[in-house]
T-cell receptor, first 109, second 114 residues
Framework: DAKTTQPPSMDCAEGRAANLPCNHSTISGNEYVYWYRQIHSQGPQYIIH?????ETNEMASLIITEDRKSSTLILPHATLRDTAVYYCIVTYSNYQLIWGAGTKLIIKP | AAGVIQSPRHLIKEKRETATLKCYPI?????VYWYQQGPGQDPQFLIS???????DKGSIPDRFSAQQFSDYHSELNMSSLELGDSALYFC?????????????FGPGTRLLVL
C-alpha cells in the first residue's frame, strides 16, 4: 500500500504559487520523498526529490518538515500547463515506486 | 537530452494473442522498470532489471515475462492476452550505484485488447 496521503484535488489561480501537501508519517530514516506528475495519460514526469533537507530546482521547491512526516511541493508560478495529477511517493533508493491516488491540480486562468 | 524510448506507442491485439513491448533506456542508464496503468487507475509496478538480472518483481502476471539485453534495452512479452490487459505500459530507467536513483519515464505504450 502507498505510504502517503494527499488531498484528492486542489485548485490554483494561474500565476500564483501552488502548494501541494503530502503526509508520510510512517517514513523510515533512509526513505526519500519523490514527486512526480502525470499530465493526462502521458508518462509520469519527475519533478523533485529529497531526503531531509529542503530542495529546489528549476521546476519546483520541496519543503520537508523536520520530523520528515510531511512535505509540501511548491510550484512558484503555476501555469495552465501545470494542470496534472501530482504524486508524492516515499521510497528507498533503487526501489519500485508505489503510487497512491495523487492530487489532481487544476490551474485556473 | 535523450529520454526513454518505448515502442510501439500504440498496439491493438485480439484476445489470446501475444504482444511484445520494447523499452530503450536513457543512455548509460542500467536499470529498467516496467509499470502498468489501467484505465482510471494509478501505475502499478510490474518488474525491474539491473544489469540484465531481475532485480525486483511486483504484480506481474505469470503470462508476462520480461528481460533486459546487453545493450540495456528491455522487452516485456505478454502472452494469452486478456481484455483486462488493456492499459498503458510505462517503462522507466535509472542509473544504479548512486544513493539517489531517480526513475525517468518513457511516453508509454497504449495496449488495447479486443
Amino acid at each position: 500500500d502507498a505510504k502517503t496521503t494527499q488531498p484528492p484535488s486542489m485548485d490554483c489561480a494561474e500565476g500564483r504559487a501552488a502548494n501541494l501537501p503530502c503526509n508520510h508519517s510512517t517514513i523510515s530514516g533512509n526513505e526519500y520523498v519523490y514527486w512526480y506528475r502525470q499530465i493526462h495519460s502521458q508518462g509520469p514526469q519527475y519533478i523533485i526529490h529529497g531526503l531531509k533537507n529542503n530542495e529546489t530546482n528549476e521546476m519546483a521547491s520541496l519543503i520537508i518538515t523536520e520530523d520528515r512526516k510531511s512535505s509540501t511541493l511548491i510550484l512558484p508560478h503555476a501555469t495552465l500547463r501545470d494542470t496534472a495529477v501530482y504524486y508524492c511517493i516515499v521510497t528507498y533508493s533503487n526501489y519500485q515506486l508505489i503510487w497512491g491516488a495523487g492530487t489532481k491540480l487544476i490551474i485556473k486562468p | 537530452a535523450a529520454g526513454v524510448i518505448q515502442s510501439p506507442r500504440h498496439l491493438i491485439k485480439e484476445k489470446r494473442e501475444t504482444a511484445t513491448l520494447k523499452c530503450y533506456p536513457i543512455p548509460r542508464h542500467d536499470t529498467v522498470y516496467w509499470y502498468q496503468q489501467g484505465p482510471g487507475q494509478d501505475p502499478q509496478f510490474l518488474i525491474s532489471f539491473y544489469e540484465k538480472m531481475q532485480s525486483d518483481k511486483g504484480s506481474i502476471p505469470d503470462r508476462f515475462s520480461a528481460q533486459q539485453f546487453s545493450d540495456y534495452h528491455s522487452e516485456l512479452n505478454m502472452s494469452s492476452l486478456e481484455l483486462g490487459d488493456s492499459a498503458l505500459y510505462f517503462c522507466a530507467s535509472s542509473l544504479y550505484g548512486r544513493n539517489q536513483e531517480t526513475q525517468y519515464f518513457g511516453p508509454g505504450t497504449r495496449l488495447l485488447v479486443l
